[in-house]
């Protein structure tokens, strides 16, 4: 580029130089010179004017006579006659000019295509993969709800005849979010080796592009390539990238960023119903996606995948473990103990290591040393190494909590059911969580909510009827936004309250009137006494209480048999 501009700006500046205006004479008065003997050069050339040269170098211009012995007479009065038939300064500097020019827009041209060639290229690169040695759920451990879900597809994707048949719409996108290293690549591709189809994987990054318009056109070219292979599953994982919750007003760059989402949701909306093929997305983070894609047609099954417990580890360790010779003292149940917090994908990474350490010592197997240091070094450089050095006092805590959950939520009415407790971290709780489904029905009375709002104290009582008022923590913080928000609209929009009585506090807001200071009042009285209560009902069975959460430090997650079993068989001995 600058040897260009050189070549330009030096050209222009050679061509104005041979161009500097030069005087006019008549061809009389040229004439005159002529025979006064007092013109040096004459430039001899086909063009009307004709550039002549005195002897003191003063340059003139004058007609060209075009006449056949103009020259032999120019000669005979001793000139120097130069010929040319161009001058290079009338037609070669322009000339470079416009070839320069001409050149140097090619050559913009040139790259900006070339660029957009390769990204294009790259994009003609999303080949399906088929897989021989097929990747199926087998080669998937723990998830096992994720799983089910999944397997439905898979007979959708393989016989989707019968599914037209029954007129039933089938879902085009699933949804797969949770951690990252959790197995959804794996899920996504064993979808495809179960259903025995081509696999198209991408990107949401392979999509945000330079040049307008082209993340868009990557996304139809994907899509027409999967229609071309029929029967398919395309993955995209890291859908984030593309579908970014939009805000309000845009800002720009993001509207190239639209198009992509757009286009991808014209794509999928335009499937010819059951096609047998499947739009599987991943993600880590469900919370900042765009509505718009979790809507009805578009990915609307959604299936966490969440981090293993240590059941689910142990079958991890199990599976990774299966081609690699271990040592008999290696204990994976042990092992899976001791990797609380570990995905899926640092499990398999744990063996790898381990793998390489024993090869490195020349041992004939991996032993209990190579684990140890593999473990370490999993550890090491990983920012959350304080979480799965997880202190074990925080994972009490953290059971006790959520067994207070369970439990009140089964002690406050029996129909209730509590189907999962964890002290995982999962998308529904940053320490763990209590999974309860209230009974279904059409009203909620008011004991529900009092209900709703002792399951929701019952974490912070079971903490501090076992560790000692002092050491409540700071757990508690979303269960009480719950409870407050609940006693709130119970007392103040709800009429339940015989103190506070009918009045709707929305009416009165709206009014600009305030009786925001009786309304806290008896917010918060209500809260106390259902705190009160709960801790009494807590103490009342405090031998449930410990036996909930003894079982979740052991099995980090129980289910719902779990629940009932320990709360049936302390019933019987009771
Ligand atoms: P994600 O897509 O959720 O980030 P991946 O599917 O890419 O995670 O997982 C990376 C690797 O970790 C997998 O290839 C596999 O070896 C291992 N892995 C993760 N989860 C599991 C699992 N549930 N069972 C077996 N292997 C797993
Ligand atoms: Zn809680």
Redesign the pocket.
């Known amino acids: 580029m600058l040897i260009i501009s050189i070549a330009v700006t030096s050209s222009f500046f050679v061509y104005f130089k041979n161009n500097k205006r030069t005087e006019e004479i008549s061809y009389t008065l040229f004439l005159q010179h002529l025979k006064s003997g007092i013109v040096k050069d004459v430039y001899l050339e086909d063009s009307p004017k004709l550039k002549i040269i005195l002897n003191n170098d003063n340059e003139f211009l004058t007609d060209n006579p075009r006449t056949q012995e103009f020259k032999e007479e120019l000669l005979m009065y001793d000139v120097n006659v130069i010929e040319k038939s161009q001058t290079a300064s009338d037609v070669v500097m322009p000339l470079t000019i416009l070839v320069s020019l001409a050149f140097m827009i090619f050559y913009f041209r040139k790259n900006m295509s070339k660029q957009a060639e390769r990204e294009m290229e790259s994009m003609s690169n999303i080949e399906s993969i088929n897989y021989d040695s097929r990747i199926g759920f087998k ?5 096992e709800e994720a799983k089910a879900s999944l397997e439905e597809l898979v007979d959708f994707i393989k016989n989707p005849e019968i599914y037209k048949k029954f007129g039933v719409r089938l879902p085009r996108g699933v949804l ?1 979010y ?10 996504a591709k064993a979808i495809a080796g179960e259903a025995n189809v081509p696999y198209f994987p991408v990107n949401g990054s392979d999509f945000v592009q330079v040049y307008a318009g082209l993340g868009a056109s990557r996304i139809r070219d994907l899509f027409k390539k999967a229609k071309e292979a029929e029967k398919s599953v395309i993955f995209i ?1 890291e859908i984030d990238c593309i579908g970014k919750k939009r805000k309000g007003g845009n800002i720009s760059g993001s509207e190239e960023g639209d198009r992509t989402l757009n286009a991808l949701l014209a794509e999928m909306s335009g499937f010819k119903d059951n096609e047998g093929i499947i739009v599987v997305a ?1 993600t ?1 983070r469900i919370d900042v996606l765009d509505e718009a894609l979790l809507r009805p047609g578009r990915f609307d099954r959604q299936v966490e ?1 969440e981090l ?1 417990d240590i059941n ?1 580890r142990y ?2 360790l199990k ?2 473990g299966e081609n690699k010779p271990l040592d008999k003292d290696i204990d994976l149940k042990k092992l899976a103990a001791e990797t609380v917090y570990f ?3 640092k ?2 990474n744990l063996m790898n290591e381990a793998a390489m350490y024993a090869i490195k010592s020349n041992s004939e197997a991996i032993t209990n040393e190579h684990m140890d240091k593999a473990y370490y070094k999993v550890l090491v450089g990983d920012e959350k190494l304080d979480r799965s050095y997880i202190d074990n006092k925080d994972k009490e805590i953290t059971a006790f909590h959520e067994a207070g959950h369970a439990l009140i939520a089964k002690l406050v009415d029996k129909t209730n059911r509590v189907t999962k407790v964890s002290i995982i971290p999962s998308t529904k709780g940053v320490g763990g969580f209590s999974l309860n489904i209230p009974a279904d029905k059409i009203y909620k009375t008011k004991k529900d909510l009092y209900s709703n709002i002792m399951i929701a104290l019952g974490g912070r009582a079971a903490e501090e009827i076992v560790f000692g008022k002092e050491n409540i923590t700071t757990g508690a913080s979303s269960d009480l936004e719950k409870a407050t928000e609940i006693a709130l609209s119970l007392v103040g929009s709800l009429g339940m309250d015989d103190e506070f009585g009918l009045l709707n506090l929305n009416v009165l807001m709206s009014r600009d009137i305030k009786e925001d200071n009786n309304l806290i009042i008896r917010t918060k009285e209500i809260l106390e006494d259902l705190y009160k209560e709960t801790i009494e009902l807590l103490n009342g069975s405090r031998d449930k209480l410990e036996k909930i959460s003894q079982e979740l430090l052991i099995k980090e997650t129980i289910n719902e048999d779990d629940i009932n079993r320990i709360l049936e068989v302390n019933e019987l001995t009771a």
Do not use: R
């Not at 080669?139 to 998830?143: E, L, M």
């Open positions: 080669d998937v451990a723990g998830n797969l949770g951690p990252p290293g959790t197995g959804k690549t794996l899920l994982d991943a880590n995948v293993p689910a079958k991890i599976l990774h995905s899926g994908a499990l398999e």
